[in-house]
Every structure is written in structure tokens, then in C-alpha cells.
């Protein structure tokens, strides 16, 4: 029986049509780029990309006083200014490698990051040397979107070529040695790979055992030497244990007989090591085996979302603030302001701000947690508590940098103290700044947690949070967390 799949129309005279082949020609046929080539591609594609938008909004809001030329003249500087900086700020990230590209969330996320940074800078740069004029407004009004909509655009188009490429095998691709030390060294999953990506596997070899005879590293070597010269071998690529380097060393120095670059391809538990972060030390290189919750420009990013919101959530909320205060000094005796010592970020002690809520005022090394029909909590706090506007001065804690409005809820040092002895990756916590709310709160972690079980969900879900941190994430917390006001639960 003849698979449909091999099935291939001939003529009368049992040759094969002229159509069949022209479309077997066109499905085996490969793309003029490398999938190394990509990333060059991607940036070309940003530089253009920006050029364009800024030349197309400057010509929808053109500027009368002076000529078209000059119009187009000063778009071309100003596209160059964003697109240096811009590019520059997504290559730092990575963010044009084929692998990123495939990413297609955190593409979006990170050229809406770098996108507002970058005009945040040059707004500074504007108001402080008074550029309005000469940067914003030859680049038209609709610059900053058009060139988002068309970066992001860019990277959906791309996404697709790549998925294309790699699935149908398009890309182009050299000629290579392949050596490992894998049994069935034709079968390895790196073989798989560079076939996917565009090259020809022109030889495959197994790397000697260790404990081979010198006689049969030779031969191999000969073999390897043999078979890559007078042909179109462009590169050898050699898979193994990092821990066998010290016996490879001697074997891959002796290919430098051939004028094409070896490559070497870690595997096993020491190739971990090579897909981290480097530090530079002079004379060392250091691996980066963890690294901190947000850079600095992600945490730049979010300094400013918490400035700005806390500003202006104190400004609207100055009246009902004032007369939740005269409410609290009206209902019983003491202060406004509850004051207390929290476990901030990386263990540094701040002192909180509340809303008074209790007839007593406890700090220290023992402190009682609230729970339902507390006698201490007075009849505007048990309000208060209800609708968590007991937290609203925290805000200045937002603004003086001990908490972000979006985090890990800190704990009295007390409690910080237990819950660090009852679970063990609760100090994980501490590795971003405490929040005003957090994942955890939005999802009905809140108020005490008399039970292990409670404290591990609660820290669950903030270690969370901080595994998967982004703006967008902190966006939809602040969105949600009205609503969870509103439910009130465990709220007492």
C-alpha cells in the first residue's frame, strides 16, 4: 500500500509532473538568513521601525513655521536619539535573541518598559534644558504611540517567522562536525536541534571514553581531520560534561589544524552554570547563581509608579483622612497614629503608620493578634479594620521608600521572629520592599494566621509575586484590590 503522504504524481511515461516538482523545490527551498542572524535582523528592524514612526507622525502634524524638509530633518534626529537609547536598553535586557523573541509576553512587557523610560528621560531632559521645541514636536504628537504599536508589531511578525522556521526547517544553515559523547551520538537531541535550525550535520562522532588509549584519541582525531578537509565543513561543534574538560583540553587543541572555530557545547549539571548571568572581577569571572528580584531599571520603574500614586492618592484623600483623625480622637484616648516596628526590605527595621484602632498600643518582642470580637479594638477601628482604611497612612511609608504599594505585607518583628522558625522559605520575603497590598492579600490572605498552614499559603503567594514581578502584574493587584476591600474577608 502506498502512503498518500509519499505520494507523488507522475506522467504516462512514469516521470514525475512538472508541478509536483516546482512544489517540492519550493517546500525544500531555505531562507536567504541564519537563525544567528536574527538578532541583527530584530535591532535593523527597531532602528527602522522608530525612523518610520517618527517620520509618518511628523507628517499627520506637520509644523507650519517651518518647511516640510526641515520637518523630516528634525523627525530623522529625534528618531535617532529614541532608537539609540531604546535599543540600547532592550540589548542590555537580551531581548533580541531568537529564544527572547519567542517570549512574546515578555517582549511586550519589556518594549513597554524601555518605551516609557526612554521618554521619561528625555521629558527630564526637556524640562531641564528646555528642548520642547527641537525633540517633541518635530516627531508629531502621536510619535510615542505609533512607534510602540509598531515595535510591538515588529515582534508578532517575528514570532511567527521564527515558529515558521523552526518548525519547517527554513533557516539556513552551515555545514558542521558534530562530536559528543552521547552513545548514539546521530541521535542526540543536539543533532535534532541543528538540523531544526538550519545546519548540516556533515559528520557525527563519539568522543573517546574516558580512559581511552592515546592510540585511540588519535585515530579519532585523524578521522575528524580527514573528513573536515576539501569539503564545506564551516564548524566544529563538540557536546560534552564540562566535567571532562581537563582530559578535552589536550583532544580539542589538536583540531587547530583546521581553519574553522570549534565550538563547545556544555551538558549534565555543570552546563547549569553556563546559562547564568557573569560578573567581570579583572582577573576572574564570577557566576551570578542568584540574582536579585528586580534590576534597576524595573526598579526604577516601579519607584516611580509608588511616588506618583502615593502622591496623588494623598492628595485626593487629604479631606476623609482629616476626618477619620477627628473620628479617632472623638471615639477614645490615645493618638491617630499607630506606630509600630516592621521587617522591611532585606531585614532592615522601619516604623509603620496606621490608623489607631486599639485601646492599646503594642510593640515588641509579644504581641497578641487580633481576632473576631476583640475587645481591644475600638468602634471606629472595628470600622476601620473592616475596610482596611486603617492602612491608608502607609502611603507615607510609600513615599519615604520603606514600602511599595504593591509587596509582601510586612509583620510586626515578633511575628516576623515565629513565622521564620515555622516556615522555612519565609525570609525568601524580604528580598523586595513590603507593600500596601499584595498577591496574597487579593486572593484572601489577610488578617491573622493563627496556623502554619495559613502563614506557608501567605507565603506562597508572595514568593510568587516575586518570582513573577511585573508591571503589569502590579497594575492588576492595585486594580483588584477595591474589590477585595469590599468582600472583606478576614478582615476583623
Not at 572581577?281 to 557566576?287: H, K, L, M, T
Not at 524595573?298 to 477627628?326: H, N, S, Y
Not at 526590605?345 to 489607631?356: A, D, L, S
Not at 499584595?438 to 503567594?461: C, D, F, K, M, N
Request: proline share 4%; hydrophobic share 45%.
Amino acid at each position: 500500500m502506498i502512503s498518500k503522504s509519499r505520494f507523488i504524481p507522475i506522467d504516462t511515461r512514469g516521470e514525475m509532473t512538472r508541478s509536483s516538482l516546482s512544489s517540492m523545490m519550493r517546500a525544500n527551498r531555505k531562507w536567504p538568513i541564519s537563525y544567528r542572524s536574527i538578532e541583527a535582523i530584530v535591532i535593523c528592524g527597531d532602528l527602522f521601525a522608530i525612523l518610520i514612526a517618527s517620520i509618518v507622525s511628523t507628517l499627520l502634524f506637520p509644523n507650519h513655521d517651518v518647511s516640510t524638509a526641515t520637518d523630516i530633518g528634525r523627525a530623522t534626529g529625534s528618531a535617532i536619539v529614541v532608537s539609540a537609547l531604546c535599543v540600547s536598553l532592550l540589548k542590555t535586557r537580551s531581548m533580541h535573541t531568537p529564544s527572547a523573541l519567542l517570549d512574546l509576553g515578555h517582549q511586550v512587557h519589556a518594549v513597554c518598559l524601555c518605551w516609557a523610560v526612554v521618554f521619561l528621560l528625555l521629558g527630564a531632559a526637556v524640562s531641564a534644558f528646555n528642548l520642547g521645541s527641537e525633540l517633541f514636536r518635530s516627531a508629531g504628537a502621536i510619535f510615542p504611540v505609533l512607534g510602540l504599536v509598531m515595535l510591538i508589531g515588529q515582534r508578532v511578525f517575528v514570532r511567527a517567522l521564527v515558529l515558521k522556521g523552526l518548525s519547517e526547517g527554513k533557516f539556513s544553515g552551515g555545514n558542521v562536525i558534530l562530536l559528543t559523547d552521547q552513545a548514539r551520538s546521530g541521535e542526540t537531541g543536539l543533532a535534532r536541534t541543528l538540523t531544526a535550525l538550519g545546519f548540516r550535520v556533515g559528520g557525527s562522532f563519539c568522543l573517546p571514553r574516558t580512559g581511552a588509549s592515546s592510540n585511540h584519541r588519535k585515530r579519532l582525531i585523524d578521522l575528524v581531520i580527514r573528513h573536515a578537509r576539501g569539503t564545506d565543513i564551516e564548524e566544529v561543534i563538540v557536546e560534552a560534561d564540562p566535567n571532562r574538560w581537563h582530559e578535552l583540553r589536550e583532544f580539542i587543541a589538536d583540531l587547530r589544524v583546521l581553519p574553522i572555530p570549534v565550538v563547545f557545547v556544555p551538558v549534565g549539571a555543570g552546563a547549569e552554570m553556563f546559562g547564568r548571568p557573569t560578573r567581570d572581577f579583572r582577573n576572574a569571572i564570577g557566576v551570578e547563581v542568584q540574582r536579585r528580584p528586580l534590576t534597576h531599571g524595573e526598579r526604577a520603574a516601579k519607584r516611580c509608579i509608588d511616588v506618583i500614586g502615593a502622591g496623588i492618592c494623598l492628595i485626593l484623600l487629604t479631606p476623609p483622612l482629616l476626618l477619620i483623625a477627628a473620628a479617632i480622637r472623638l471615639d477614645s484616648a490615645g493618638p491617630v497614629l499607630f506606630r509600630q516596628q516592621r521587617c522591611g526590605f532585606n531585614g532592615r527595621g522601619f516604623t509603620i503608620y496606621k490608623f489607631r484602632t486599639m485601646r492599646v498600643m503594642e510593640d515588641g518582642c509579644s504581641i497578641t493578634q487580633a481576632v473576631a470580637n476583640d475587645c481591644r479594638v475600638t468602634k471606629v477601628g472595628r470600622w476601620l479594620r473592616r475596610t482596611s482604611v486603617d492602612e491608608l497612612p502607609q502611603l507615607l511609608n510609600v513615599l519615604e521608600g520603606s514600602m511599595s504599594l504593591v509587596g509582601p505585607r510586612p509583620h510586626a518583628i515578633a511575628h516576623d521572629t515565629e513565622f521564620d522558625l515555622a516556615v522555612q522559605q519565609y525570609a525568601y520575603r524580604r528580598r523586595v520592599k513590603p507593600g500596601l497590598t499584595g498577591w496574597a492579600q487579593i486572593h484572601g490572605s489577610r488578617g491573622p494566621t493563627p496556623t502554619r498552614a495559613l502563614i506557608e499559603q501567605r507565603v506562597t503567594y508572595d514568593l510568587w509575586y516575586i518570582d513573577n514581578w511585573s508591571l503589569q502584574l502590579d497594575l492588576a493587584i492595585l486594580l483588584r484590590t477595591p474589590m477585595e476591600v469590599l468582600r472583606s474577608r478576614n478582615a476583623f
